[in-house]
């Protein structure tokens, strides 16, 4: 008989493949009916949600602390999306603005509804989430075989996936992909044939990754699984609050880290290493230091943020876009930690750095009790540090999706047990 959590599952699934396909649709024809498109499944879980809600006459708050961040964090970023607007941000409009403050704030309120209806089988969501993220693999390899491209950021001569928002993207979906294979193989080791079955795909997403060629995300990627394969697992706690300083250490160890990628290696795996890309981390570096010089003298809207692509409002790198070939307009901090300081204010990025702490030893700990959810704390250390230095984690992007997903649990008291350790 079908069940309710059936119909949620079967739409959690969906809701991944069925988000990139909006992206195209977004970077390729319109935005409004891509983003319509991207929000349209996680539309359909939450109305279900209701629905049943009103038939059932009964509703029980299993909201914690946690919630009350994200929904502040997810507020602060609509804020921002309308003081963008009202200083004419990029291609903003009512209408886009609209659109895209609902496809900023839904998924995290239909992964809930997701997470409620999953509560007796929590390890049952943890593989229809590696489904999920495997679909969308699939339809963007599907994609790229039959030529189409990505329409927000693609890269002659490399890998580029259509359905995402951006080359880099599907580095760190590969990345987030061979992560969770790395954890299952370790669990299969007494079954052969999942066993070779898992080390074929992670053979295959290594391979993809490395024709994408991103090579900060390789170099992110390496660090993260090497911390998994020796098992760093004390100093966990540790690198999250090392990892905020990311940037300013980048800025201060840049030769030091192009001495340690020439070694034969290293060359190999990121196959293009030379002093001044690697040093100004491909031009990155200009632009984190911009960002930085604001933050340290200017201060202009530093509480409370200068609304999206307020790089551009403050004019803080001009020459930057000029020596790039492109808008000052649609110039970016290449970085979600940076982005949220400065459009959204200390108040934003506490919000999120706050949020994102509690989901990090949430998932720590279910990784060192040996829990079905420790599958996801590789991907959670993944997305704290590639977030410092990429946009991945900002605005609509997957990475986005991603840590909505994760902190949704975080959010919520299931069995009576709050949620936050």
């Not at 002659?156 to 969770?180: E, H, K």
């Not at 994408?212 to 609050?241: A, H, P, Q």
């Not at 930085?292 to 200017?298: I, S």
Request: hydrophobic fraction near 50%; aromatic fraction near 16%; charged fraction near 10%.
């Amino acid at each position: 008989m079908l069940q309710k959590s059936d119909i949620i599952n079967f739409l959690y699934v969906l809701s991944f493949p069925v988000y990139g396909l909006g992206l195209y649709v977004s970077g390729n024809i319109s935005p409004s009916i891509g983003y319509l498109m991207s929000m349209s499944v996680f539309l359909l879980i939450v109305f279900f949600y209701f629905v049943d809600v009103l038939y059932k006459k009964e509703f029980t708050i299993r909201l914690n602390f946690v919630y009350v961040l994200m929904a502040l964090y997810l507020l602060s970023l609509a804020v921002s999306q309308f003081v963008g607007l009202s200083r004419h941000s990029l291609n903003a409009t009512t209408e886009i603005t609209y659109i895209k403050v609902i496809l900023l704030i839904l998924p995290f309120h239909a992964f809930i509804a997701v997470f409620l209806y999953n509560e007796s089988n929590t390890n049952r969501l943890v593989q229809l989430t590696f489904k999920s993220l495997s679909y969308l693999l699939v339809i963007n390899m599907i994609g790229f075989a039959m030529g189409l491209t990505n329409g927000v950021h693609n890269i002659g001569g490399r890998v580029n996936f259509p359905f995402l928002d951006g080359i880099y993207s599907g580095a760190c979906l590969l990345a987030i992909l061979c992560l969770m294979i790395f954890h299952y193989m370790k669990k299969y080791l007494d079954d052969p044939v999942r066993f070779t079955g898992l080390l074929l795909y992670f053979i295959i997403s290594l391979v993809l990754l490395y024709f994408v060629n991103s090579r900060l995300t390789n170099m992110i990627f390496l660090i993260v699984f090497l911390m998994f394969v020796f098992k760093v697992s004390r100093g966990f706690k540790l690198i999250y609050f090392i990892a905020l300083f990311t940037i300013p250490l980048l800025l201060n160890l840049g030769m030091l880290l192009y001495q340690l990628l020439s070694l034969p290696v290293f060359t190999f795996i990121m196959k293009r290493v030379n002093v001044s890309e690697v040093t100004t981390f491909n031009g990155r570096a200009f632009v984190w230091q911009r960002a930085v010089d604001w933050l340290l003298y200017d201060h202009s809207g530093l509480i409370f943020g200068n609304g999206t692509n307020g790089q551009y409002y403050l004019h803080l790198m001009p020459d930057i876009a000029k020596l790039w070939g492109v808008a000052e307009q649609s110039s970016h901090l290449h970085s979600t930690i940076l982005t949220a300081l400065v459009d959204q204010g200390l108040v934003g990025y506490l919000l999120l750095v706050v949020s994102f702490y509690h989901m990090f030893n949430y998932y720590r700990i279910k990784y060192q009790t040996g829990d079905n959810e420790g599958v996801y704390f590789s991907v959670v250390v993944f997305l704290l540090i590639v977030m410092q230095i990429d946009s991945f984690v900002s605005g609509e992007s997957l990475g986005a999706v991603l840590f909505s997903f994760l902190i949704a649990k975080v959010s919520l008291n299931l069995k009576g047990r709050n949620q936050v350790e």
